[in-house]
């Protein structure tokens, strides 16, 4: 894992309160989200190059 940096998130209000009323780690979920969501990409860009597109 590499070097953390600090970002700025705009994010509701009602769902950040939500999430620290429910002990959740914005971070984590954050970076994990993102992780999960490059994975996908990278994953249907595969598959694209495969079919030819």
Excluded: C, F, W
């Amino acid at each position: 894992m590499g070097k953390k940096v600090k970002v700025t998130l705009y994010i509701d209000n009602q769902v950040v309160r939500a999430a620290k009323e429910a002990g959740l780690n914005l971070s984590k979920i954050s970076e994990n989200t993102l992780k999960e969501a490059i994975a996908r990409l990278k994953g249907v860009r595969r598959y694209a190059q495969k079919k030819g597109r």
